[in-house]
């Protein structure tokens, strides 16, 4: 397979930033992956806190121990407005994520074609 494939693999399924440091732009590659990891954490800070609140709930007897008032309380916490930080982690995730991807590519493409060209 060609690097352009290799690397929108990797930072497609892998993780976002591992194709850039498979094409040796380490700097582009460890970018991506510490945004990737900051965003990651305060999307998980937003989840445990509202998961620590339901627990919190079903322990003093507010919400029944039933599957459908567990999954209303969950799927409310989860729908009610979540705070802006939750919202642009995601953003940024997915930037990362789809741009990394595309960016891996014409990297690899450019490599590539750099490689057909040095060997003719």
């Known amino acids: 397979m060609s690097k352009s494939i290799n690397a929108a693999l990797l930072n497609a399924f892998v993780c976002p930033g591992t194709g850039h440091l498979y094409l040796g732009k380490k700097?582009?590659?460890w970018?991506?992956?510490i945004t990737c990891f900051a965003s990651l954490c305060a999307m998980m800070i937003v989840v445990i806190?509202?998961?620590q609140?339901?627990?919190d709930d079903i322990v003093a007897g507010n919400i029944a121990l039933d599957f459908t008032a567990i999954y209303s309380a969950?799927?409310?916490s989860v729908t009610a407005n979540l705070p802006t930080s939750a919202t642009l982690a995601m953003y940024a995730f997915l930037?990362?994520?789809i741009g990394g991807t595309i960016s891996a590519?014409?990297?690899?493409?450019?490599?590539?074609?750099?490689?057909a060209h040095s060997s003719d």
Request: hydrophobic share 60%.
């Open 27 to 29: 700097a582009m590659g």
């Open 31 to 33: 970018g991506i992956i």
């Open 49 to 51: 806190e509202r998961a």
């Open 53 to 55: 609140a339901i627990a």
């Open 74 to 76: 969950v799927h409310t």
């Open 95 to 97: 930037l990362c994520w």
């Open 105 to 115: 590519f014409i990297m690899g493409k450019k490599m590539d074609d750099a490689a």
